[in-house]
């Protein structure tokens, strides 16, 4: 298959009730585009109405997207955590691949100074080279996108031997930057709009008309 939706959860998860999650997310991709294919990464079987296609894994992390999603059955895959809800038209998006590898929005973190103490690789990169969203990317089946997928892993298992902390976003981070070879696309904001504001992005140029009244 050409292009698709991609979800990996656990049924059994402490922080958020998951299937509720994912039933909702699913409805909101069918009701727009009932013909686009959705495969479901999990442990467990859920049967959710408008899932095509169910893969069993086992593991006890949501956070191991570099392990799992180059086995997307799909040439072009659109990951989505459970927590999404599709509002507006997806589908074109796919025809970014035509021309990119990957594609993700920028995090509202820049460059966490914690993180940068723990990590030196993820210091070692300039602030204006934000972090990604994880929890929404596009990517296209090809050689260059499997070797990411392996150095990210190789990455996040270092961050996580040095700090003990599961997560994934850090070492997508280092990992985008190490990979010179891909061709990543900056997705806008609407593609992964998240309410969490942030306090720690410095401000380093303004764009405003008549900022000189205002000084």
């Known amino acids: 298959m050409k292009n698709g939706i991609v979800y990996i959860t656990f049924v059994k ?3 958020a009730d ?13 009701k727009l585009h009932p013909d686009l294919s959705i495969t479901l990464f999990t442990d467990k079987n859920p049967k959710i109405k408008g899932v095509d296609n169910v893969k069993i894994i086992t593991t006890d992390s949501e956070r191991l997207k570099q392990k799992y999603l180059y086995e997307s059955p799909y040439d072009n895959t659109l990951y989505m955590d459970c ?7 997806i589908e074109e998006s796919f025809r970014l ?20 103490v723990k990590y030196p690789d993820y210091a070692n990169i300039p602030d204006g080279f934000s972090e990604f969203g994880g929890g929404v990317m596009l990517f296209r089946k090809s050689p260059v996108v499997e070797g990411f997928f392996k150095l990210w892993r190789k990455n996040f298992n270092k961050w996580c031997a040095l700090t003990g902390v599961v997560k994934d976003q850090p070492a ?6 190490q990979c010179s070879d891909l061709k990543f696309y900056v997705l806008p904001p609407e593609f992964n709009k998240r309410t969490k504001k942030y306090n720690n992005i410095q401000t380093r140029i303004l764009h405003e008309h008549n900022l000189w009244k205002k000084k």
């Open 172 to 177: 997508f981070r280092v990992s985008v930057w």
């Open 97 to 116: 691949m035509e021309r990119f590898d990957m594609a993700a929005t920028h995090d509202l973190i820049r460059k966490d100074s914690k993180k940068s």
């Open 18 to 30: 998951r299937i509720k999650e994912l039933q909702y997310s699913v409805q909101s991709v069918k």
């Open 83 to 89: 927590d999404t809800v599709v509002i507006g038209p």
């Open 13 to 15: 998860n402490k922080k």
